[in-house]
């Protein structure tokens, strides 16, 4: 399995700030998701992370609010932006290798806090 | 879109008894069927996994069915142990995942 690393791995902000959360894979994946799971609860797809292209967003995200890049096959960033306390979730990045189909594998997460 | 439903939302046994957790989907086009288990305060881990062309997969102590024509599958976990307590979450996939709300499995000593 890949091994994902995830930036920062916890952060207060203070509302009306942005955020960007970095993912970093060791190798080279063909997909790249990011999730967000708020405290007991399911796995909500924010966006599928497309390289070199926009970001494919799922209904109620929307690419001003979580505006997300993804240069090339190993990296990809997600930005919370203008945050409310209604943002305060954790935050995870999401690969598939590709060298073995559908098989996702998950980052450490990181938890966001909006005062 | 897909939907996918879980249950139970929580389920107790005693070590050693057996667990099973079961899963329906909405989407015929889904093909690949994972489980995940999610310890307090850490990601979510690929346990076992099974794609439409199997009707059930078995790893060790887990075993997952599918009935493709109900469009529901399950986990089972045989001979339960303390460190089995977490979460459980399936999902349904064909380009992109779906989970389920969850299942928190506690096993009691």
């Known amino acids: 399995s890949a091994v994902i690393s995830q930036k920062p791995s916890r952060d207060i902000c203070q509302r009306g700030t942005s955020l960007t959360i970095q993912c970093q894979v060791d190798?080279?994946?063909?997909?790249m998701f990011w999730y967000r799971q708020q405290p007991g609860q399911s796995l909500t797809l924010i966006a599928t992370?497309?390289?070199?292209?926009?970001?494919?967003?799922e209904s109620g995200f929307v690419i001003d609010k979580f505006p997300i890049s993804r240069p090339n096959l190993t990296f990809s960033t997600l930005t919370v932006s203008n945050m409310s306390p209604e943002d305060s979730s954790i935050y995870l990045c999401?690969?598939?290798?590709?060298?073995?189909?559908?098989?996702?594998?998950f980052g450490p997460g990181t938890r966001l806090t909006v005062t | 879109g897909e939907n996918v439903e879980q249950h139970p939302s929580t389920l107790s046994v005693q070590e050693g008894d057996s667990a099973v957790i079961k899963c329906t989907y909405s989407?015929?086009?889904?093909?690949?069927f994972p489980w995940y288990k999610q310890e307090l305060g850490k990601r979510p881990q690929l346990i076992i996994d099974i794609r439409s062309n199997v009707g059930e997969k078995k790893d060790q102590r887990i075993a997952v069915t599918l009935n493709k024509t109900a469009k529901h599958f399950s986990l089972h976990i045989t001979e339960t142990q303390p460190e089995d307590s977490a979460v459980y979450f399936c999902a349904a996939s064909s380009s992109k995942s779906t989970f389920g709300d969850g299942t928190t499995l506690t096993v009691k000593p």
């Open positions: 190798s080279q994946v063909t997909m």
């Open positions: 992370a497309n390289q070199g292209s926009e970001a494919t967003y």
């Open positions: 999401s690969v598939t290798p590709g060298s073995r189909g559908h098989e996702q594998y």
């Open positions: 989407d015929s086009a889904s093909n690949y």
